[in-house]
């Protein structure tokens, strides 16, 4: 059974405040990849608007700049191991969906792939184009146009970590394939 | 007894890699502030570089731009209310800093204000002017200058969370004053 319902705009920057490591999903035509970044924050709450770092050498990026749209996907513990490898391989040579057997739906305003299963929580985002940004910092600004996430750890505009959604908690990457989240250390294993 | 080390500046960006919630001082002649920002992430490890979200009417915005520099510390969890209370003050009609009883030492390159009691690193940031960043989006880009780290918690250029330095370990804001950390959730009171 799937729990994910939409996130009201005005709340969407509160899904990515405390610094979760986040999966960035593109698409472009019939090309699509999916990374991890570590490095997002939110810059504004409303518009609701974040900024990410994509390092411009990636696969990402080339998507992200060719059709000016990205997801960001909150996985849960039980998918770090898989954030890990997705921020390990790249997608240039390889359909990381195919690999890893990633299923993912088509987002409602962008259609970004977005993964659902085993993730807390998605945001569709527009790219708003800064050259210097992303050249200088390889820093990529978005406003967030559709938001959503598994009730079961966030509803209502909050998030509630408490042991029964253990595996939704959101994972911080330390480095090296090593997460923090609440409830304790999570080392990754490689797939 | 105090266990700061220098942290080498190849390894600063990892401290605050997995999303920490962080305090930022500033300081401009003998004006001095410390307010909290949840919002803050790396942009580059070498030079090591960060981005920082400080809202343009803040008393530390007009310090900072005042100063060309601010220091970022990270509030362990035995910091949270306090984090929480320099989140929802305004330093324009209070020093801080008295009023809260902080202590304070001076970076050593740029003479920030530091804390160190009760948090597991700090580091010392000099601006990187970017006025269209700032203006658009609050964001306040700079070079890591100087760090430093509890070596109970961060060592060797690696953060080990354990049960043994559990009030050292980050908090991260999930909204209203809840905050997350390895090992479950704080609700931090009003001092």
Redesign the interface.
């Known amino acids: 059974m799937n729990h994910f319902q939409p996130v009201a705009l005005e709340h969407a920057s509160?899904l990515v405040?405390?610094?979760?490591?986040v999966l960035v999903t593109s698409a472009d035509g019939a090309r699509r990849n999916v990374m991890a970044a570590?490095?997002?924050?939110?810059?504004?709450f409303t518009p609701p608007?974040i900024?990410v770092?994509i390092d411009k050498r990636t696969y990402t990026c080339e998507l992200v700049a060719a059709s000016g749209a990205f997801g960001v996907c909150l996985p849960g513990t039980a998918l770090a191991d898989l954030t890990y490898a997705l921020g390990s391989t790249s997608g240039r040579t390889l359909d990381k969906f195919e690999r890893y057997g990633i299923g993912a739906s088509r987002g409602p305003v962008l259609g970004m792939p977005l993964l659902e299963a085993g993730c807390a929580a998605w945001l569709e985002c527009r790219l708003i184009r800064?050259p210097?940004?992303e050249d200088?910092?390889?820093?990529c600004?978005a406003e967030v146009v559709a938001a959503a996430a598994d009730a079961r750890i966030f509803a209502g505009g909050?998030?509630s970590?408490r042991e029964d959604n253990a595996d939704l908690?959101?994972i911080?990457?330390?480095?090296?394939g090593?997460?923090?989240?609440?409830?304790?250390?999570l080392r990754a294993r490689q797939l």
């Open positions: 509160r405040n405390h610094g979760p490591t570590a490095w997002s924050m939110p810059v504004e608007r900024a770092v800064e210097h940004a200088a910092y390889d820093t600004f909050h998030w970590f908690q959101t911080h990457h330390l480095g090296g090593n997460f923090v989240r609440a409830g304790g250390t």
